[in-house]
């Protein structure tokens, strides 16, 4: 089992859809965790860290499940802009120890 | 404030050419990486610096070496290009390990 795996997607949504992406883990004691957009040919951008409470940011929520290993990420009506691949991150505690996803594609279309 | 800058944005070398990517960070932290990102592969810890004066390799070091300059720079050179190194190669920085981190715009590199 790979340490960090993502659905590559793409995901396919019309504007104003709700769409979300898990991320599953495989090292139960991992730490942190992370969401990134990356546009094409860009740098990876934090979106949002992810929080055992889970956390919201406008249109974002972020979940995090530690009994089944994975977070996931909510997108509310989505925009044309919310394009881009997601990457999660999972950091199990070390400068080695973070992973990250090969990304989900997602593609709003209008 | 810039956040984290790379330089050059763009290079080709030849077979066995030599070069250093620079990259600089403006937030005061004191961890860096490099990485390297390749299609269909997730990015990959070539180095990394937990703080100034110290470096460690990461998954992927062969073909590399590091320089941490001060806590702002950190460099990062191939000896002798070999086509295997054509990737896009990112620099980034943290507070410390867990904290999250914050990319530069990368280099595209092509080794021919």
């Known amino acids: 089992r790979k340490e960090v795996e993502q659905d590559p997607g793409p995901f396919n949504v019309p504007e104003g859809a709700t769409v979300a992406f898990n991320c599953t883990y495989s090292?139960?004691?991992?730490?942190?965790f992370f969401w990134y957009r990356q546009d094409c040919r860009k740098e990876p951008k934090l979106l949002m860290s992810?929080?055992?409470s889970g956390n919201e940011d406008g249109r974002f929520t972020a979940q995090l499940n530690r009994a089944s290993q994975y977070i996931s990420l909510l997108i509310r009506d989505s925009k044309l802009s919310d394009s881009a691949t997601y990457l999660c991150?999972?950091?199990?505690?070390?400068?080695?120890?973070?992973?990250f996803g090969t990304g989900t594609k997602l593609q709003v279309i209008p | 404030n810039a956040g984290v800058t790379q330089t050059p944005k763009f290079q080709v070398l030849k077979t066995g050419q030599s070069m250093t990517l620079q990259c600089a960070q403006d937030?005061?932290?004191?961890?860096m990486y490099w990485y390297r990102q390749d299609p269909g592969m997730g990015l990959r810890l070539i180095y990394y610096?937990?703080?100034?004066?110290?470096?460690d390799k990461g998954e992927v070091p062969n073909g590399y070496n590091v320089s941490r300059l001060n806590k702002r720079e950190f460099s990062l050179r191939l000896e002798s290009a070999a086509p295997s190194q054509t990737s896009v190669y990112f620099c980034?920085?943290?507070?410390?390990?867990?904290?999250?981190?914050?990319f530069g715009p990368g280099t595209r590199l092509t080794v021919t």
């Open positions: 980034a920085s943290s507070e410390f390990a867990v904290r999250e981190q914050y």
């Open positions: 090292n139960s004691a991992s730490q942190s």
């Open positions: 992810v929080y055992s």
């Open positions: 991150v999972v950091n199990s505690g070390g400068y080695q120890k973070v992973t």
């Open positions: 937030m005061n932290h004191n961890s």
């Open positions: 610096s937990a703080s100034e004066g110290t470096t």
